[in-house]
């Protein structure tokens, strides 16, 4: 579903990545760890085309991310995109949030639109919350919103970029259970994260990244189970963090 093929990208003279080569393919869950600085969030944003890069090849379901002929705002609504930091709407309704991309790019009627965001937010336990503004909810709250919302576009694939790390300690579960249910019914997903519970329940694989590369792509049971034979990276990065 996603072909990453020998992408290097630099913010002026600085490389930021370097020959990243991986894959997702339909209803895998792929966790991408690393320490800070590594690359993740700039290779999840090279992915949805929110950043360009110099060299190698993108494709999500066939289409080029780097062809100039391809329609970034259809591609982009092909690919739900969960940040840090949940960037709704402040001015618009929880419902609103949920259904102005469903009117304005895939062109459904205000009526089919209510109708999907309202069974997304009961899929969130959000929709007793339809009619409040984002302000009025927690961070949590906030977050299962915007997977709600990024749903809402029907995805063939899902991006999160450590869609907990800003959260409340107490938070973070909720968004997680959301998240381990969607990659239970099937989502492919490409996920920056340092939930290494949320990573054992779900991951097929994991890929750790270190200094703009990928020094590990495996499967999730090589990852963990078998320290030994980790990089020294990867080694130090997992004894810091579980
Ligand atoms: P991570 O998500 O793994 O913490 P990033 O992808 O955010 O890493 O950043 C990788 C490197 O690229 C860091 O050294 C960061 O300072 C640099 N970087 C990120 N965004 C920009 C930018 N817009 N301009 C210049 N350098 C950037
Ligand atoms: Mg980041």
Redesign the pocket.
């Known amino acids: 579903m996603i072909e990453i093929s020998h992408v290097d990208k630099s913010?002026?003279a600085?490389q930021?990545l370097t020959d990243c080569t991986t894959q997702v393919r339909k209803g895998e869950v792929v966790v991408v760890c690393?320490?800070?600085?590594?690359?993740?969030?700039?290779?999840i944003?090279c992915v949805n085309a929110l950043?360009p890069f110099q060299r190698g090849r993108i494709t999500i379901d066939g289409v080029s991310v780097g062809d100039p002929k391809t329609d970034l705002n259809k591609l982009r609504a092909r690919v739900g995109m969960v940040f840090q930091h949940f960037e709704l709407f402040p001015h618009l309704s929880i419902e609103d949030n949920l259904s102005i991309a469903q009117v304005k790019v895939l062109r459904r009627s205000a009526s089919e639109a209510r109708t999907a965001s309202m069974a997304l937010l009961q899929r969130v336990g959000m929709r007793a919350h339809a009619h409040k503004f984002p302000s009025q909810l927690s961070g949590g709250q906030q977050q299962r919103v915007a997977i709600a919302r990024a749903l809402a576009m029907n995805p063939v694939a899902m991006l999160f970029?450590?869609p907990t790390s800003a959260l409340d300690p107490e938070m973070v579960n909720e968004v997680l259970d959301v998240m381990v249910e969607l990659a239970r019914e099937g989502m492919t997903m490409m996920c920056?994260t340092h939930e290494m519970g949320f990573a054992r329940k779900v991951a097929n694989r994991v890929i750790f990244?270190d200094r703009?590369r990928i020094v590990e792509d495996c499967a999730k049971e090589e990852f963990f189970g078998n320290p030994a034979g980790r990089s020294d990276r990867a080694r130090q990065f997992l004894s810091k963090i579980l």
């Open positions: 913010y002026g600085f930021v690393g320490p800070s600085g590594s690359g993740k969030s700039t290779l944003k950043e970029d450590e920056v990244m703009g």
